[in-house]
Structures are given as C-alpha cells and as structure tokens.
C-alpha cells in the first residue's frame, strides 16, 4: 500500500541546535516534494520545493535533501529558535501538479530554551 | 498580490444542521482550490478538488458535498451534519506545479 510517513509525532530540541525531521515514503514515485509549517489553530504555510532531479534545496536557516532510492526526504532547521516551534507537514506532488499533494500527519516541533 | 478568504473562523452546528464554508481567492485566475479537514492529532484529509468551474472531484464518500458557482469561489455544504463532521476545515489554491495556499480555516463543532 501506499504510504507517506513522518518520523516521529513530536521532536523536542535545544536552542540553537540542528532540528532534523524526516519523511519516508512508499509505493510512490513523486515528482516534487514540498514542506510546509503549521502553527495551532492556522492553516499551513509553504516552506520549500524540491524536484526529483535536485539533491538538496536551501533557505535561509532551512535545508532540504530528496533522495528518490531511500525515498526519503529530511528537513534540517539549523540554530533553531523558540520561534522554530510549530508543525512541520511533507507533502508529496505525485503527477507534476495534475492530483492533489499527498500529506503527511506530521512532526511537532518543539525548541526548549 | 493574490489572497485567499475562508469564513467563518469557527463554528457550532447542531447534529442534523446544515452547513456552508465559504472560501473565496484573489489576485489569481482559474486556480485549483481544495477543501481539505484536520481531525485532532490527525494529518490534512483531502475532501475535495476542483480544476475549474463546475468541475469537482470527490476523494472520500461521506455527508459533505462542494460546489464551485465561481472561478475563484469554493463551497463546502452538508444537508445535516453528523457529530464526525467536527473538525478544522481548510481551504486552500494552487496553480500547476505550485505552492499550496491555505485559508484560516474554520473549526467546526458538531454537538
């Protein structure tokens, strides 16, 4: 069966160390792979796009790698901050923008001071 | 600069009331726009998508219906709500190959 997995329902870290989330997938074959935020109450909010063919994407304080033979993608929040705390969602583009974005449940983030 | 309006932001419904989520998009055209619901603790069910006018496809067989009267106009309706119908509501659009854009969403409450 199909399946879109994020590592773990909730992550705490230290300020000011690297937060890793991961998402696995199986039995897809996905032509992008988008992260979005999710704060309590409010809708998501896109993050960053990788393409099959990228091995890693950056913005700012936030690092992706795709690698499409582990089916795994990983989401580095580097000096991360209180601010940092929030729900991080993977999503999976399966046909270039024709079907919906497949969801994961999500990780929850939580950076201790 | 293109927006995304989604009322109300919360909600109480009766069991066996109807009910109408609106969301509204602007500074787009011809979006693809979703409804999509988040239980508690849960990830984002796809309810519905629609690629046009009049155009929409239906992901899970259940009590709710959508309709897209409008370009940039999305309606999620219910003729009697059930109390699994509670949850958080989300309207989002995107453009092929884009970002998704999500509204505030409306929580709903079925008592």
């Known amino acids: 069966s199909q399946k879109i997995e994020q590592n773990s329902e909730a992550l705490n870290i230290q300020e000011g160390k690297t937060a890793t989330l991961t998402c696995n997938y199986t039995?897809?074959?996905?032509?992008?792979l988008q992260w979005y935020r999710q704060d309590p109450g409010r809708g998501p909010v896109f993050l960053l796009l990788?393409?099959?063919?990228?091995k890693e994407k950056r913005k700012e304080r936030l690092k992706v790698t795709f690698d499409t033979t582990l089916k795994q993608s990983l989401f580095h929040i580097t000096a991360s901050q209180p601010a940092d705390s929030a729900t991080y969602l993977c999503?999976?583009?399966?046909?270039?923008?024709?079907?919906?974005?497949?969801f994961g449940k999500g990780t929850r983030l939580s950076v201790i001071a | 600069s293109q927006t995304i309006h989604q009322w109300p932001a919360t909600l109480v419904q009766p069991v066996g009331s109807p009910l109408s989520l609106e969301c509204t998009v602007e500074?787009?055209?011809?979006?693809?726009l979703y409804w999509y619901r988040q239980a508690a603790g849960r990830g984002l069910q796809l309810l519905f998508y629609s690629v046009g006018i009049g155009q929409i496809s239906s992901e899970v067989p259940q009590n709710l219906s959508a309709s897209r009267p409008q370009d940039r106009q999305f309606i999620l309706s219910s003729k009697k709500l059930l109390l699994s119908d509670s949850g958080f509501y989300l309207c989002?659009?995107?453009?092929?190959?884009?970002?998704?854009?999500f509204g505030s969403g409306t929580r709903l409450t079925v008592v």
């Open positions: 999503a999976l583009d399966l046909s270039s923008g024709n079907t919906p974005l497949v």
């Open positions: 500074g787009t055209s011809n979006p693809n």
């Open positions: 990788i393409r099959e063919n990228e």
């Open positions: 039995n897809y074959s996905p032509a992008y």
């Open positions: 989002a659009w995107s453009v092929r190959l884009g970002r998704y854009t």
